[in-house]
C-alpha cells in the first residue's frame, strides 16, 4: 500500500516556499509523498524585480518564475504541478476545479495547506483556498467519477500570510520545523526576486518558534528554534486529548 | 516518575459527568490520573427534583448531590474534591483560586477541562472557565510560591455546554468515547435528581459520534458510535500535521 | 384574495425534508401554500447509496432522486419545482437566478426558508442561500419586470445545517413541530438513500424540543416534544415584545 | 389571574425614558404592568448640565434627576424602583442583585429590557445588562428561596444605546411606537439636564420608523412614523414563522 | 506636479451623494481632484418613483437617473464616469474591472471610498466594495501594464449603509462636514427620484455630528453640526498617536 | 498653558518598554509630556530569571524590577509612577482606579496606551486595558469631583501583545519608531530579567517596519526601518480623510 502524502495549494510559485516550506521538507523527510499545485505564477503581481529589469515580457517573468519554484520545491523534495491561471486577477475555471479534483483523488492526500480564508492586501489567496476546499469536497463525491476512489476528510490548514492580523488568521497549530530548518532557508533563497522577503521569513520562524516553545510550556524538554504557524480549519478526531 | 494525569474545573457538581464524563473514564483506562475540581454542588440552580420532594434545606440538597457526584466519580475513576462555594451565583474568592493553583502545582495535569466561555443560560459557567485559566496561569509563575514546581503549558479545552450556539462554543476536537460509553452512562445515571437529561446527552453522544465519524471521512476504518465535542482554546504544538 | 405562502430554496433534493420538513407540514396544516424549489438532485454529493448500487448512471440516480423527493414533497404537503443546475458544485446562472425570482413574484411568500450562510463541508449550501436572497431582493426590485407586483420583505430564515457549530449557525427561533412530527418523519423515510440519518434527524428534533421548552420556561403550559431550530436573518417588526 | 408586565433595568435614571419609553408606553397601553429598576440616578456621569449651575451637592444632584425621574415614569405610566448604587463607577453588591431577584420573582415579567452588552462609552451600561441577565437566572433557581413561584424564562432585550456600532448591538427587532409617540416625547421633556438630547433621540425613532417600515416591505399597509430598535438575546419559540 | 485626488466606487448613481457627497465637496473645497465612478444607474432596484409615473422604458429611466447624478456630481464638484453594468444584480466582467484598474492608474487617488463589505438588503453594494479593492490592488501590480505608474496604497473606507448595523458597518472615522453641509444637501435635492430619503440623510449628517463631537470631548474648541461616518479598511501609518 | 502629553496604563513594570517604548521616545522628542504608570512589577508572574538566582524574597525582586523600569522611562524620557497592585493576579481596588483618574485629570493626556482587550495568556493585561478606560470614563464625568477639569475624549489604543492573534488584537495604526529606535534598544536592554526578549522585540519592530512600510505603498519616499503597532480604540474625528 502507499505510504502517506501531502497536499499544498498554493496560488502563486513561491507562496508554498515562504508559508509551508517547513512542512514540506519535515513531512519529506518523514516518508510523505509532497505535492505542490501553483494556480499561478505569480507572474503580475508578485515578480515586481524581475519587472524592473527592462526587456520583460510575462512569458519571461513566467519562466524565470516557474525555474525559481521548481529549484525550490526540489530542494524542500516536493513534486509540483503548474495550472497557469493567471493572477492579479487569478480566476480559476471549473475545469481547473476539476484538475485540482483528480489530484486529490490521485494523491489521497493526508492533509492539505492553502491560504488563508481572507486576505485584504491579495484577493488571490482567498480564492486558492476557497478552491482548494471546494476540490476537496468534490472529490469526496461517490457521484463524480464513479469507480475512482473517494478521498477521506483531510484535514485543512491554513499557513501564514503575510499580514496575521489583518487576515483574521489564528494560528493553533504550531510545526517544529527546527531540524529542516537549513533546507527551508535553502529553498527560500531560490526565491531571487523577492529577496526583501528573506529576512522577513526567517524572522517570521523565530517568532514563532519562540511562541510555540511558550505554548508547550518552560517545563518541557524540547528545543523548539524555528516553528510555521498554521490555522486548522476542519476539527480533529482523536482518543487522547494530552 | 509520575504518570500522567488530567483536570477537570466543574462549576456544579454533576458538570463533569454530561460533559466530560467520557474523556474521564477514557483516559483513567489509559493510566492517566483523573481529578475533578467541583466549585459548588449546584444545590441552588441544579437541584429542581430535590427542591420540589418538599421538606428540604440547602445542607440535605448539597449532602445529597455530594453523594450523587462522588458515585458517578468513583465509577468514572475520578478523585473529587468540593469547594462549596455556592451556585447561583457562584462566587470564586482569591482564597479558592489559590486552592486551585495548588491543585495545578500538585497534579502537573497533561491538560485541562472546564466549561465554555460564554453562557447566557448559566454565569457560573464561563466563571469556572476563567478561574480555570487564571489558576493556571498562576500555577505558571515562578514566582507564586517559590521552590514548588511551576506547570508547563498544559492545554485547555472547553467541554460541551447545553445549548452550543448560544454559548458560541464550536467543537474544534472530538474524542471518541464509544470504548468507554457503557462507563459514561452508569455514571449518568447516579444523577438522580436530573433525569430528563440522561436521554438528552445520550443523544448527544450519539450526534458526536457521527460528527466525528464523518470529520475523519468514510475511508476511515475507525468505527465511532459515542464521541464527546471539545473546544480546544490553547494552541497545539506538534511535529507533524496528519 | 389569496392566502399565505411559504418558500424553501433547498440546494439538494433532500434538504428540504431533513430541515424544514416541520416546518412545511405545520404551515400547510394552517392554511399555507408551500412550494419547495430544489436547486439540484444531490446526484453526485449526495447519493452515495444509490452509487454503490452499481450499473448506475447520473440520470438513474437524479431520477431516482427526484422521485424521492416528491414522495416526501407529497407527505408534507408541499409544492415542488426542480431546476436540476447540478451538484458538487452547484453553480447558478442568472437564467436560473430569474426563475427563482418568478417564483417569489407568483407566490409572494409570507417567509422564506434556505440554507446557512456558512457550510465548510458543503459548499453548495450557502450558495443555495446567497441565490434566495438575492432572488428575494430581485422581486422586491420595481423596475424589474414592471408591472408585476413586487414582493414585501417577506422574513428570510435559514434551517438547521448538520454541523451546526462549524457552519457558525445559531438558531435565535425554534419552531414547535411536535404536532406534524409523525408527518415529518413519514417523509424523512422517503430517503431511502440516506437511511443513515433519519435517526440522526430524529434526535435533532428531540433535542430542539427540549432547547425549545427551556427557552420558554418551565412555568410554561405548552408540552414540546420535538422542534426545529431556525436562524432568523433579517429584522422583525412588531407591535408586542412578549 | 394577575395580567402581563414587564421590567427594564436602567443604570442611570435617565436611560429608560431615552431607549424603552415607547415600549413602556406601548405595554401600559395595552394593559400591562410597566415596571422600572433604576441602579443609579446618573448623578456623577449624566448630570453635567447640573453640576453646571454651581452650588451643587451630589444630594442636590440625585434629588433634581430622581423627580425627572418619576415625572417621566409617571407619564409613560411605569412604577420605578431606585437603588442608588452609584454611578461612574456603578457597582453592584450581591444585596442589590438580590433585590433584583425578588423583583422579578415578584413582578413575573412576559420580558425584560436592559442596555446593550457592550459600550465603549459607559461600563455601567453592560453592568447593569449583566446583572438583570443574571438576576434573571437566580430567580429560576428552584433552591432560590424556596417556595416563592419561580419565574420561566421571559425573554431578554437590549435597547439601543447612544452609538449603536461602537456598542456591536444590532437591532433584529423593531417596535411601532407611532401611536405612543407624543406620550414618549413628553417624558422625554422631563430631562431638563440633558435637553440636547431631546432631538437626538428623536431623530433615532424617526430613523427607525423608516427602517422599520423598509423590514415589513412596501407592500405592507402597516404605517410606521416613529420606531424603537430592540436587539433580542434569547431565542423564541413560536408556532409560525411569518 | 499634479495635485491630490480621491475616488468614489459607487455602486448606483445615487449612492455617492447620500453616502460620501459631504467628503467630496470638502476635499474639492481643499483643492482636490475628486471622481466618481458609478457601475450602474440604479435603474431597475433604485428608481420606484420613476417607474410609477408610467410610460417607462429602462433607457428612460437610466437616462433620468444619469441627469440627476450629473447635477449632483456637478454641484459637489466632482467628475463622474458610468459603467453602466446593470443592476439588481449588478454583475462586473473582467473588462470592467480593467478600466477601474486604469482610473486607479490614472488618478492616482490618495484615498478611495467605496460601500460597506456586507449588505444584506442590497448585493450590489459589498460587490461594488470588492471590485474597488480588487482594481487597487491589480493597480500596485508592478506586472500589469507594465510602464504605467503604479499605484501605492491608499486607504481603503467604507461609507455608510444604509441600515448600519444590519450591514456590520462600524464608523471608526468621522469626517466634520459642517462648512459643506449646504453643498451637500443641493446635492442631495438633485435626487428627485427618492425625495423620501432627503430627510433621513439629512438626520444621518446630525447624528453623526453629535457622536463625531462626543468623540473629540466637550473640552474639545471645534463645533461640529454635520458629519459623515466611514470605516477605515486598510491600516493607517503615522509619525504621531493624537 | 501647558504641552501635549500622553499616557501609559502599563500592567506589569516591563510592559511598557516592549510595547510602547517607540512611541514613548517619539512623542517625547517632538515635546510631549509622558507618563506611565505602572500597576504592579510582575514581581512575580514576569521575574522567572530573579527568582532562579536564589535568596529572592518579593521584596528584593519588587525592588529590582523597579530600578529596571526606572532606568528604561529615564531612558525613554519618562516619568514612571508605581502603583504595586500585585499581580498573577493583578487585582484594582476602586482606590486604585480612583488615583487612575487623578492621574488623567493631572496629566489630561492627548492619547492613552495600555494592553490588548483580550490576552488568554495574561489577565492582568485586558484588566490594566479595562482600568485605562474606566478611569478615563470618570475623569470625563462633571460630577466627580466638581470644580477640577474635566478631561476631554484622548483617544484610547491597544498596543502589541506577546502572542497577537491569539489576543484578537488587529493593528489598524502603525508608528514609525525608526529615529528612536536606538532609544527603545537600549531601555529595552535594561531589562536584564527578561534578556530572552531582547531580541524578540527588536524583530517585532523589524517586522511591523516591513508592514508599514507595504501600508504605506511602495510609491511612498518615507523609508521606515522599525515601527510599533497600534489597535486604535476608538474612532477617529478627522477633517480629511488622506
Known sequence: MA????????AHSADFVWRAG???ALHKKNGYRTKVVCLSFGERG??????????MTIE???AARKEEAERAADILGAEVEF???GDYPLRVPDEALMRLVDVYRELQPAFVLSHSQKDPYNFDHPLA?????EARIIAQAEGHNPGQKVVGAPPVYAFEPHQTEQCEWMPNTFLDITEVWDTKRRAIECMAGQEHLWEYYTRVALQRGVQAKRNIGITAARDIQYAEGYQRITPAVTGELA
Chains 1, 2, 3, 4, 5, 6 share one sequence.
Open 46 to 55: 508578485e515578480s515586481a524585480k524581475l519587472w524592473r529589469k527592462g526587456e
Open 129 to 133: 483556498m476557497h478552491v482548494a476546499q
Open 22 to 24: 517547513g512542512a514540506i
Open 3 to 10: 505510504g502517506k502524502a501531502m497536499l499544498v495549494v498554493s
Open 83 to 85: 495550472l497557469d491561471l
Open 60 to 62: 519571461k517573468v513566467k
